[in-house]
């Protein structure tokens, strides 16, 4: 994932820590009775592909209060004598929209997990079609996501943090302390007792392995077949997190230079990695004293830096596009597009949101998560510039993004302590070796956390996101055989990369479409 930004709030939380189970079931009855309406969802989906709306509470403390709308969907199997169960999808975000993933993911499924599993997706709580959040957000400012640490313009950068915090708390104070991944959880408890069934099972991608590993915690007895695919490090939400970007993009920056020098006749960038890294960094100062023009606009040195950032985990796209870059400085003309052309355009910040949701949507529920999963975040703007001063010098590429102010520092408590995953639920893990969003120090966090997991490593392998990139790989077959029969490999497992990796800055399974955020 690289940064998104966008919302705050300062009031003062009521607290909401959840009753014990016991106190708890008898008020949820309600909403674990609720029978959706199914219908169809949309005429361009299949005719088998339902959705359907429930409630559930604002706040499971007190769930006699106010309620929200839950957006789901769901393909029932074809072959209700081999059915098991339910399997929930999340795409990950923060606010990523799962309303529609079993509509075009069910492709991806082997004939034998589709088999078994009626496929369910939904909105999470704040998020498209389930009671959308909003912070009033309307220009690219407001939205931009990425913000570079200059001593000139830090000032102008906090200024952005509060505001943007301001308009949250205006527009949606009363509801953003509860949308939490501690709440998603919840709701996904009330899912399964809607759809009647004793336990669930899951796919989560990105944010979605945080989201599952929450689950598990806090509901070890319902989890049942859960496969966490590139994930989130529990022990460094949500900081770290962001931080991990600027960490992890060193190694792949350097591995990087080394295997474009060994091309030298193909790229022209230098025939040693010192070289090839000069080129770069002399890229960076020439667009920063006097921007490119590159694909129609103004390109910054922060531009290269924020926009190549992810695409240095795969070298030889990362090659073009500096190649690319170095043609437009020089006065050429670029004859492809470029993968850096999408972060060029605009600031960079979330796809557009479900139709009838507002604009800033997933702006909003990101950060509503974001600042409101946890207390760790500092108070203090100073903290902020001298992090990221240190940052930038040990992770040249992305260290100042990373470690810069954010609405969060002006965020109220939070209404509930963040969840410390540390279970042995079994459950299995996947995880590419060169991945941009959570690198691989994260996944072997979550992995470090989650003591019963196995994990499925795709050395070599690259992109965000593995289960279905390649259906004949050997990271799919570990995946499908868990699925289908519930055993955990014996021990934890090496694969190479499948016949589909490369760079994939979203999960493989996701539909085209415009360039948004990187997330979580």
Request: net charge positive; glycine share 10%.
């Amino acid at each position: 994932m690289a940064p998104l930004l966008a919302v705050g709030v300062t009031a003062t939380l009521v607290p909401a820590l959840a009753p014990s189970p016991a106190s708890a079931a008898a008020p949820l009855k309600a909403f674990e009775n609720q029978r959706p309406a199914w219908h169809r969802c949309d005429a361009s989906l299949p005719a088998a592909f339902q959705c359907g709306t429930i409630k559930v509470p604002l706040d499971y403390s007190h769930p006699e209060g106010k309620t929200i709308k839950l957006a789901i969907s769901r393909m029932k199997t074809s072959v209700p004598g081999k059915r098991r169960g339910a399997l929930l999808f999340n795409p990950g975000g923060p606010g990523g929209e799962g309303l529609e993933m079993p509509a075009w993911i069910k492709d991806g499924l082997p004939k034998q997990v589709r088999e078994q599993y009626d496929l369910i997706g939904f909105d999470p709580r704040g998020v498209g079609r389930s009671s959308p959040v909003t912070c009033g957000l309307t220009s690219a400012a407001e939205e931009n996501i990425e913000h570079s640490y200059k001593p000139e313009t830090f000032g102008s950068t906090v200024k952005w943090a509060r505001t943007v915090a301001d308009k949250c708390r205006a527009r949606s104070g009363d509801v953003l302390p509860y949308i939490t991944t501690r709440n998603t959880a919840r709701d996904m408890d009330v899912i399964r007792a809607v759809l009647g069934e004793k336990k669930i099972s899951y796919v989560g991608y990105s944010y979605g392995t945080y989201l599952g590993a929450v689950y598990s915690q806090m509901f070890p007895g319902r989890t049942d077949r859960f496969v966490l695919d590139s994930a989130v490090d529990p022990a460094r939400v949500w900081r770290g997190m962001i931080q991990v970007w600027a960490e992890g993009s060193e190694p792949a920056f350097t591995r990087w230079t080394r295997w474009t020098a060994q091309r030298h006749r193909t790229y022209k960038l230098g025939d040693t990695a010192a070289k090839v890294r000069k080129t770069f960094w002399k890229l960076v100062e020439r667009a920063d004293r006097d921007p490119i023009e590159f694909d129609g606009q103004k390109v910054s040195g922060d531009d290269i830096r924020a926009g190549l950032r992810p695409v240095f985990f795969s070298p030889e796209a990362a090659a073009e596009a500096v190649v690319d870059v170095k043609r437009a400085a020089e006065g050429r003309t670029v004859a492809r597009p470029s993968v850096l052309s999408g972060g060029a355009r605009e600031p960079r910040r979330f796809a557009a949101p479900a139709a009838g949701a507002p604009v800033d949507n997933g702006t909003a529920a990101f950060w509503t998560v974001v600042c409101g999963d946890t207390a760790a975040w500092p108070r203090d703007p100073e903290q902020y510039r001298r992090d990221a001063i240190r940052n930038k010098g040990k992770y040249p590429l992305y260290g100042d993004f990373g470690s810069n102010i954010v609405p969060c520092a002006y965020w109220g408590k939070p209404a509930e302590p963040a969840t410390k995953v540390n279970n042995r639920v079994g459950l299995l893990m996947v995880q590419n070796q060169w991945d941009s969003q959570t690198p691989l120090t994260s996944g072997l966090g979550m992995h470090r956390a989650l003591k019963g997991s196995r994990l499925v490593y795709v050395k070599g392998g690259e992109g965000h996101g593995v289960y279905t990139t390649d259906p004949r790989s050997c990271a799919d077959r570990n995946i499908n055989s868990y699925l289908s029969t519930g055993r955990l490999p014996a021990g934890d497992v090496t694969c190479k990369p499948g016949q589909s990796a490369g760079l994939n800055q979203g999960i493989a399974p996701v539909p085209p479409q415009e360039p948004g955020a990187p997330r979580f």
